[in-house]
């Protein structure tokens, strides 16, 4: 360690308080108050992405991370915090410093000096987030801040009569009618979930009729957003229906809190929710950018940790938006668009937000035709393997390469990997399609091992797909195919994407782990969308990160991406994984990247994928 890095650390575990560094939505360091404050060690806290809450984080650290978000999008520089538990006597002061400009770079201190107690080192685990939804009267808004805040609405909560109006957060006034005067008018139980006591299918699907009908032949923007929890039915596995139940009510108390005048929320069936909301602005655009900001609190609201006979639950949310702006639609099919984009949300990766797109539907016509023509494609021999040679940044020695997917059609039209790859997945094709690209990667090194042109430091890298990586028998068939072609395990690297990883982490553990026994590696591919897998990285065995090309693209003209480049370098750092950089297309991009230690790098600036005869000469030179 130099000496400046010495006199930093010494400087930061000096101060009487939590100190914390962001990078871009990450912690990328922290002082040993702010570990015991949090409950933390720091192996735990470093990656710790502000936008994802996951299971083995501690009560302290989901609850500061909500509230940072909130004073992050409100750009305040000190809030009151509450500490979520025992061992404080009052509330702590945070302070944000914004050491760029643009908040891309953060400094959190927290004091609990202030406050005039002291902070218990154990996390505790008995309380529960509460959704703020306040009124800060005494708040002065900056000038600059007022056409943003107008911008993005409130969900609102229920009022305590008919006739009270209340004003939440942003500034929007509600009153609360249109349910209970149903209640009223209906009476009845069968327009009410037994469980949630929230309007049920029925209910719902009637409100939206009438609303249709109110409205024919007029301008409308409305919408509705259907609600699904990710990952719920592993709830119900582990721990029973009993809790499986107890948690639907309370996330459905936690969304109906948020709700309120004339928006009715719903409870579908099981743990499915639908919000309906039947006046946004007039301008279209502005109409989705507000239902954007209604959903993240949605999501906000789902992802605060539920505590229930001893079990600390902590959840996400996909949804969907379908937008209303034709009254001529019927209810079935409103519900029909917001439901295909929900699962839109969840192909992307789950926890995110999707808009239903006619283009969809449209697509899936396509696919349709694409999916007959992609079976008779392996009886044709149509597929093919190109490999993207992987560069030592340092060095400039050859590494190995990627193994890539081609569909050469009997036309012989090369098909978009990105057209065709996804229609392979959801139809189950791409099974067959990886084994026969795991048998054949490893007969091209058997064939480059044969001609004396593969090195001992090399490696091939084979994507597994989300699907191939559930298929029971991916260990038999890689230990088959290395076996028949008398390959070593350490020639291979396995790629899988984020999205792979956050569908099941307990069983990507398992089935990385057996692989990695057999004396293979493994990559997380594409690396850094939206940070969603650093709070993985300390649990999966994961060997090499490869950053993916967004932000390697523009690094040498782009801060924000470097900026992006340099919090993933600190955390693979950390967690001692090498990094690879997708994308590289130039000299400039090279030199940050050797700049900042990355280890090897593949792209255009070398070669772009080639055929095995290419590649062949490559390793033979």
């Not at 992405?49 to 302290?60: C, F, K, Q």
């Not at 939440?168 to 209906?186: A, M, Y």
Request: a negative charge.
């Amino acid at each position: 360690m130099s000496s400046k890095e010495e006199l930093y650390k010494v400087l930061v575990e000096s101060v009487p308080y939590g100190t914390l560094f962001f990078a871009y939505g990450v912690c990328v360091d922290a002082n040993q108050n702010a570990l015991k404050l949090l409950g933390c060690d720091l192996k735990q806290l470093i990656g710790a992405s502000l936008d994802s809450i996951t299971g083995d984080e501690s009560t302290a650290l989901v609850d500061l991370k909500l509230q940072l978000k909130k004073a992050l999008r409100d750009r305040r520089e000190h809030i009151s915090w509450t500490y979520p538990g025992d061992g404080y006597d009052g509330p702590i002061d945070v302070a944000v410093v914004y050491v760029s400009d643009d908040g891309k770079e953060l400094v959190v201190t927290l004091n609990s000096q202030l406050a005039g107690g002291g902070v218990s080192s154990t996390a505790p685990t008995d309380s529960r987030h509460q959704v703020d939804i306040s009124v800060h009267t005494d708040e002065v808004v900056p000038a600059d801040k007022i056409e943003r805040r107008q911008r993005k609405p409130s969900i609102q909560r229920e009022s305590p009569s008919s006739d009270e109006v209340i004003v939440i957060d942003d500034g929007q006034i509600v009153s609360e009618r249109r349910v209970s005067d149903r209640r009223l008018n209906k009476g009845s139980d069968h327009y009410f979930d037994g469980l949630t006591s929230l309007p049920n299918r029925q209910m719902l699907a009637e409100s939206l009729n009438e609303f249709l009908e109110e409205h024919a032949g007029q301008p409308v923007c409305a919408a509705v957003m259907m609600l699904d929890l990710d990952h719920f039915k592993d709830i119900n596995d582990s721990w029973g229906h009993t809790v499986g139940d107890q948690v639907i009510k309370k996330i459905g108390q936690a969304l109906s809190s948020l709700v309120g005048g004339e928006n009715m929320l719903a409870r579908m069936s099981g743990d499915e929710f639908v919000l309906f909301i039947p006046e946004l602005s007039g301008d279209t655009s502005k109409a989705a950018w507000d239902a954007q900001a209604i959903a993240e609190k949605l999501g906000e609201a789902v992802a605060s940790p539920v505590f229930l006979d001893g079990h600390e639950v902590i959840l996400t949310a996909s949804i969907g938006i379908a937008l209303l702006t034709d009254a001529t639609l019927t209810a079935d099919r409103l519900l029909q668009y917001a439901d295909t984009a929900m699962y839109e949300a969840k192909r992307k990766g789950r926890n995110s937000i999707a808009f239903f797109d006619p283009s969809i539907t449209e697509k899936a016509q396509r696919q349709i035709g694409m999916n007959t023509r992609l079976r008779k494609a392996m009886d044709n021999h149509e597929f093919v393997l190109y490999i993207q040679p992987q560069i030592s940044v340092e060095t400039g020695q050859l590494l190995g390469g990627e193994a890539l997917l081609r569909w050469m059609n009997s036309d012989k039209i090369n098909n978009m990997p990105s057209e065709f790859i996804p229609v392979l997945e959801s139809s189950g094709l791409i099974v067959d399609v990886g084994r026969w690209v795991i048998r054949t990667s490893c007969e091209y090194i058997r064939n480059f091992i044969d001609m004396g042109i593969w090195q001992d430091h090399m490696r091939l890298g084979i994507n597994i797909s989300p699907r191939q990586f559930r298929d029971p028998q991916l260990l038999d068939i890689v230990q088959h195919s290395m076996s028949s072609y008398n390959i070593d395990p350490r020639f291979l690297n396995f790629e899988v994407t984020e999205s792979l990883v956050i569908e099941d982490v307990e069983e990507a553990i398992k089935k990385m782990e057996a692989i990695k026994a057999l004396g293979s590696m493994f990559s997380i591919d594409d690396f850094g969308i939206g940070y969603s897998s650093m709070i993985y990285l300390k649990r999966l065995p994961f060997d090499q990160l490869k950053i993916d090309r967004e932000f390697i693209r523009n690094i040498h003209r782009d801060s924000e991406s470097r900026g992006i480049v340099e919090a993933i370098m600190a955390v693979s750092k950390q967690y001692g994984l090498k990094v690879t950089a997708e994308g590289v297309e130039n000299q400039e991009a090279l030199d940050i990247l050797r700049e900042l230690g990355c280890h090897s790098y593949q792209g255009a600036h070398f070669s772009m994928p080639v055929p095995c005869e290419r590649f062949t000469k490559l390793l033979a030179a």
